[in-house]
DNA sequence: CGCATTCGTCAAACCGGTTAGATCCGCATG
DNA sequence: CATGCGGATCTAACCGGTTTGACGAATGCG
């Protein structure tokens, strides 16, 4: 057992505990000789500081938080996420800083995790899936916790921003399309009050211009098959529709193709996020990859030099890049 | 800011931390009439308690831990892992227990994370990627960390392990194959010192006999297309292949279509894992499901029983299912 | 040589909870 | 009426670090 304590340290030094501590920390001058004897006896216990009695006396945790309101099913499905963490991650492990996640079932429960992150269990958090006005930007404001927000929020706020222009990549294929000589294109995006839903949807809308066909998905692989059943029942069907991710844009394909069509000469079809597997997919799908461990390692320095009293900015990632495949080529 | 602490509920309430306390644990009696005093209290302050304050008082973090030695991007690219630590969140979403997830780029980094978690960080260990005789066991039984082996470790342990039969579906595969007249079915394994890639690697071997065309990747698209590589350049190249995962799987497949043959007509496929694109590849890719979240559940659930003093106990999940699809069917 | 300054260390308070032991109270019992 | 007892609350120590103010010794300066 681990028991040692800075006292144990001391004492085999010779010292008292204030001294361990700043021979470890370097706050104050120590002799070289006694430094030398602290970190000895340190080594010969092999002491390791305890995380909770540092963080109680600190009022810092060394830990940032992701906090996730998603049904754990549906964070399996999705090729973003592990990616974002991964880049986090990637930040985390120059300092000695811990990531917490956590998963909850419901608003009540989520407010009631970040409360208690605020309280001593995370230094910061950063959110995800934002939607507009989100109620966790006040409520993060509230509790004084630092946070950095993944996502072209509007609403002024006093935290740091990650974005990225999601809007380039859906004007480039929707030109792209036309080239090929695609008029009725339609668009199946996530739920339209995530705002990378919506900035996407807006782009789309703008790009066709008077003849949106859009309809509203919810990322899952069943609603983009039902979104597409509806798009191609119409009396006249699209000839190309982009998707707001690949698993419903991969759904989609699925129907498209067992109601007879063949993809990409009657029906192109692209998605978004590029997950690891469309391009081996076959016809290979196009899609956007968008960078999501570059914006994970922007989104944990942001936080990171939140914490540490940085003025909060916005950053914009550009990262997002569109990859024409077979989907899309007539 | 959130600075209220419980001795300003005490004040506000007329009684003592103590009190306040007892009332919000119950772990000593207090009248109706006080407890609801506090609780009134607590509620107008919206007091939260700390969390690093009570981790030093009680010993215990409410939290537990997985380190990863991988390279990030690994990450990323596994369909295991998200679906894994969905299901160990679907367990810990109904206590208050946070998941602190640390990535660490080499085995000195990992052995600090351990002993720091040991330190007050977590109250346990979910150990994955498993290694024969692997170095963490030994290390956490000394640092006397609780912790829940995920795959079959074969040493003696005192830990928890959650297992599944990876032979059983290996076997059904090869059977299979066998039975659509397959004679010559390879092999690309994960490495070999991890237990997982060598159970299914013996299971391969007992199953085929002796002739045996075993080759050892290490996960990665580029070792997948590499191992297949060269046995396709074999004198008599293998009819069917079993990669030990999807990635792999697939970027065989891409390389075997490059190279002029048809799948699964010229070459069966078969991955590991299922990843949730893999129904939707054409040919879809034959996989085994290996319930990851099941297995997230199991562990996080032996983990917390471990933790309250339960007995170690190894827990055989059947979550194994093999689907047959096209990439296999002749 | 006397006094101010700097350097290195110590003692003690503090962070915000939990918990063992002491105390106080009211009520039942001998 | 004294005693016992159990329930409710209080007091104070404790968890293991960090940090501030103080103090003695060594050094610098006039």
Redesign the interface.
């Known amino acids: 057992?681990?028991r040692t304590t800075i006292a144990d340290v001391a004492r085999e030094a010779g010292v008292t505990k204030a001294t361990v501590s700043h021979a470890m920390s370097g706050k104050r001058p120590i002799s070289d000789d006694t430094r030398a004897k602290v970190l000895a006896a340190a080594e010969r216990l092999?002491w390791?500081?305890?995380?909770?009695?540092r963080?109680?006396a600190t009022?810092r945790?060394n830990?940032l938080?992701v906090v996730l309101a998603r049904d754990?099913?549906v964070?399996?499905?999705?090729?973003f996420?592990?990616?974002f963490?991964?880049?986090v991650?990637?930040v985390?492990?120059e300092t000695?800083t811990?990531?917490?996640?956590?998963?909850?079932?419901d608003r009540a429960?989520e407010e009631?995790a970040y409360?208690?992150l605020?309280?001593?269990?995370a230094d910061g958090a950063l959110l995800l899936d934002l939607r507009n006005d989100d109620w966790r930007v006040p409520l993060l404001e509230e509790?004084?916790l630092p946070a950095v927000l993944v996502g072209a929020y509007e609403q002024p706020t006093r935290f740091s921003c990650v974005r990225t222009d999601d809007a380039a990549p859906v004007r480039e294929i929707i030109a792209h399309l036309r080239a090929d000589g695609h008029e009725r294109i339609a668009h199946v995006s996530g739920p339209l009050d995530y705002v990378h839903s919506r900035v996407r949807a807006d782009a789309y809308t703008d790009a066709v211009g008077g003849d949106a066909l859009l309809r509203e998905g919810d990322f899952t692989a069943s609603s983009g098959r039902e979104r597409t059943a509806e798009l191609l029942a119409l009396p006249e069907r699209p000839t190309a529709i982009l998707y707001s991710n690949?698993?419903m844009a991969?759904?989609g394909?699925?129907y498209a193709r067992s109601s007879g069509l063949s993809i990409p000469r009657d029906l192109a079809i692209a998605g978004f996020d590029d997950?690891?597997?469309?391009a081996?997919?076959?016809?290979a799908l196009t899609s956007v990859s968008s960078g999501?461990?570059a914006r994970g390692r922007a989104a944990a320095r942001l936080l990171q030099a939140d914490i540490l009293g940085a003025e909060p900015r916005t950053e914009v990632v550009d990262c997002n890049v569109v990859h024409f495949r077979e989907s899309t080529t007539r």
Chains 1, 2 share one sequence.
Request: charged residues 15%; proline residues 9%; aromatic residues 2%.
């Open positions: 057992m681990s092999n390791v500081p305890s995380q909770s009695a963080a109680l009022q945790a830990a938080a754990p099913e964070i399996a499905n999705d090729s996420f592990p990616a963490i991964a880049g991650e990637s985390l492990a000695e811990a990531l917490i996640l956590q998963v909850v079932p429960a009631r409360r208690s605020s309280r001593g269990r509790l004084d690949d698993t991969i759904a394909l699925s997950d690891h597997l469309s081996h997919l076959s016809p999501p461990a």
